[in-house]
């Protein structure tokens, strides 16, 4: 599918990272602070270290690994759309009180994944959603009282600047190298576009408030990413 028809029927997404997910860890290992900057999310979650943890849109695991590095005695399920993620999500070492199903991360009651959690990491997953709204309002619903939830994601829409470098290293490394390593699929055309169009800063953290999630706060990374990804953490109130 081209990147246009992508963002007009999300629910095409996990079908698109069917295509590459074999390339997934590859590319992201290319990106210089993608690993670390997972693990901070997770860090900034503040949970226990035996917390029932969900990661929803898991991928191949690279956020499931953050979380188990960061709470070793946590038990935490891997919930994502796309079966060839989960496929590789599978096919690494993890703990036997990790596991990993595919599910919509816009049914999770129909995923098996109601809680309720302690925490739920959602990385790189919120912008992807047909109905972002929908989405808050079952992860309000799945989270324990007082549990934790983070959106780790990209927000550019407050700033010229990191719009603007956004754009320019979209267009020059991400979609580039995208194409080269996985010609047949346009998700990371997808991926420059999805980005641009989601909230500001301010706009989820104001969408989050209004869904009736407490402390919202913001903390973003480092390097190129610095006000480009963000951990946006809240709670539901106990
Ligand atoms: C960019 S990857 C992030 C993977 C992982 N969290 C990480 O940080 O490396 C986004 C993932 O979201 C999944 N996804 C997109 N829409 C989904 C949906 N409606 N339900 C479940 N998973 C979905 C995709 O299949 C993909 O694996």
């Given at each position: 599918m081209k990147a246009h028809e992508i963002v007009a029927d999300r629910r095409q997404v996990p079908l698109e990272f069917d295509q590459v997910a074999h390339r997934y860890d590859f590319l992201t290992a290319l990106n210089p602070g993608y690993r670390k900057h997972l693990r901070w999310s997770a860090e900034r979650m503040?949970?226990?270290?035996?917390a029932r943890i969900l990661d929803l849109c898991?991928?191949?695991?690279l956020s499931t690994r953050a979380l188990i590095e960061t709470y070793p005695d946590a038990i935490v399920e891997g919930i994502d759309g796309s079966h060839a993620m989960i496929a590789h999500a599978r096919r690494k070492s993890f703990p036997t009180r990790v596991s990993f199903r595919v599910g919509d991360a816009m049914n999770l009651r129909g995923a098996g994944a109601?809680?309720?959690?302690d925490g739920i990491l959602m990385a790189y997953g919120i912008r992807n959603m047909p109905d972002i709204d929908e989405c808050l309002a079952q992860i309000l619903t799945c989270l324990a009282p007082g549990g934790v939830v983070c959106f780790h994601e990209y927000s550019v829409a407050d700033s010229l600047w990191t719009r603007s470098l956004w754009n320019a290293v979209a267009l020059s490394v991400i979609v580039p190298f995208g194409r080269a390593t996985s010609?047949?699929?346009d998700i990371y055309r997808y991926l420059r576009q999805s980005v641009v169009r989601f909230d500001g800063v301010k706009a989820f953290e104001s969408r989050l408030r209004r869904h009736g999630f407490t402390g919202v706060r913001t903390e973003t990374m480092d390097g190129w990413q610095r006000g480009i990804v963000h951990s946006f953490i809240a709670r539901r109130p106990a």
């Open positions: 503040g949970l226990p270290s035996h898991c991928g191949t695991g109601e809680g309720p959690w010609p047949g699929s």
